[in-house]
């Protein structure tokens, strides 16, 4: 049976002739249906006449129970076409701004930007001398301490020797 064969027993041979078939019967189906497809105005018309009306008006809810899940179907629906719709507008929005942003930047940006680079690179300076001063305190810390434990030790060995 088919469902027996393993992909590693199919000949490379046998699994192009599949894919060349599958890629045939994928072509003709296109090719016999592109006639028949609607205009895109059509299809546009379609789609929020069934998304708003639940069809054409030849299915009508006739009871309560019917009218209230077909207005919470209206409106959830209504409502998360018009939050993708929203989406998408935003998505080039923001894809056209910055592309104005990027040919057009104005003389005011280009200004903060040159203050921003100048403040980033005075902070650093600040900090690099900070540090330098922190350091050399620190060494100098570091040497009086080794000369106090030198003295004490020095006295230990004197106050022992003595005693």
């Known amino acids: 049976s088919l469902s027996s064969l393993s992909l590693s027993s199919l000949s490379l041979s046998s699994l192009s002739l599949s894919l060349s078939i599958s890629h045939i019967h994928i072509l003709l189906c296109v090719c016999l249906c592109v006639p028949y497809l609607p205009a895109f105005m059509e299809a546009i018309y379609f789609s929020f006449v069934t998304v708003s009306t639940i069809g054409f008006g030849d299915l009508v809810p006739g009871t309560n129970i019917t009218r209230s899940v077909t207005t919470i179907y209206i409106i959830l629906v209504n409502g998360s076409m018009a939050g993708l719709l929203g989406e998408v507008e935003n998505w080039y929005g923001l894809r056209f ?57 020095t006295e230990v060995r004197a106050c022992s020797c003595y005693c």
Not at 99 to 113: F, R, S
Not at 117 to 139: N, P, Y
């Open 97 to 153: 701004d910055d592309v104005m942003y990027a040919v057009w930047g104005t003389e005011e940006e280009q200004a903060q930007e040159k203050e921003v680079e100048e403040l980033k690179e005075e902070a650093a300076s600040k900090a690099i001398s900070r540090g330098a001063s922190r350091r050399s305190s620190i060494k100098s810390y570091g040497s009086l301490m080794d000369a106090l434990n030198k003295h004490i030790d």
